[in-house]
C-alpha cells in the first residue's frame, strides 16, 4: 500500500468537511440546537458562580460528548433513512439505539452539572 504524502491542503479541507458538518447539525437537527443553547447557559453559569479548571473540564467533556452524541446519532439515522426509507425494525432499532446514547449521555452530563452547580447555588 502505498504511503500517502502529508498535505496541508488535504489537512485544512478536512477541517472545512467538519466545520461544515457542525452548520449541517446545527441546521438541521432540532435537537442540537436544543443541547448548543443549554451548552451556553452552562458556561454562562460556569463563569458567573466562578467554577474551578477541573469544573471546565468536566464541563467541556460532558458538552463535548452530548453534542458528539448528538453528531453521531444524526449520522446513523441519516444513513438509516438512505439505505431504508420504508419502516424496517433493525433499522428502529438502530435509530432507538442512537438516540438512547444520546439520552444517556445527556443524563450523565446534567448529574455533572448538578454535582458541580447546586453546591455554588444553595451552599
Do not use: Q
Not at 502505498?2 to 468537511?17: L, N, Q, V, W
Not at 444513513?79 to 443524563?107: Q, T
Amino acid at each position: 500500500m502505498k504511503e500517502e504524502k502529508f498535505s496541508i491542503r488535504k489537512r485544512a479541507r478536512s477541517f472545512g468537511y467538519a466545520f461544515n458538518g457542525i452548520r449541517t447539525l446545527l441546521h438541521d437537527e432540532h435537537n442540537s440546537r436544543i443541547h448548543a443553547f443549554a451548552m451556553v447557559c452552562v458556561v454562562v453559569f460556569g463563569f458567573l458562580l466562578g467554577i474551578s479548571p477541573i469544573e471546565w473540564c468536566v464541563v467541556a467533556l460532558c458538552c463535548g460528548g452530548v453534542i458528539m452524541a448528538e453528531a453521531m446519532n444524526s449520522a446513523i439515522e441519516a444513513i438509516a433513512d438512505l439505505v431504508s426509507p420504508e419502516y424496517h425494525p433493525l433499522i428502529k432499532k438502530a435509530k432507538d439505539v442512537g438516540a438512547a446514547g444520546v439520552l444517556m449521555m445527556a443524563i450523565a452530563a446534567a448529574t455533572a452539572g448538578l454535582i458541580i452547580f447546586l453546591p455554588k447555588i444553595f451552599f
